[in-house]
């Protein structure tokens, strides 16, 4: 039986949405910043699962272990194109370097 929606499509729907919910949600609510980091982090799950513990068959690296400076020198090889990838570099595009380290800073370990 053939998937209904495609991975990749999911994920970039998904980051899309957030996107403009976490944009409308900081204009009406100051104190949304919370939110807004946890939303930007939030997409990773959709592939890294929720803990980041990747994915079992290898193809989704964990990243639950990694620290903040090691999340975003990935992130921005990605968003550079030094580093290759999957979905990961057409993501990290469509963020701002700041945006990356929000991420970086939410999802890395100190």
Not at 40 to 68: E, F, K, R, S
């Amino acid at each position: 039986m053939r998937a209904l929606f495609s991975r990749p499509g999911i994920v970039v729907s998904t980051y899309i949405g957030l996107c403009l919910w976490s944009s409308l949600s900081l204009a009406q609510n100051p104190d949304a910043s919370n939110l807004y980091k946890r939303s930007l982090a939030a997409t990773c799950a959709n592939c890294h699962g929720t803990d980041g513990n990747g994915v079992v068959d290898g193809n989704i690296p964990l990243i639950n272990n990694l620290t903040h400076a090691q999340i975003l020198e990935k992130l921005m090889a990605y968003k550079s194109g030094s580093l290759d990838g999957t979905i990961m570099p057409q993501l990290t595009k469509g963020y701002t370097e700041e945006q990356l380290n929000t991420i970086a800073n939410q999802l890395g370990k100190n």
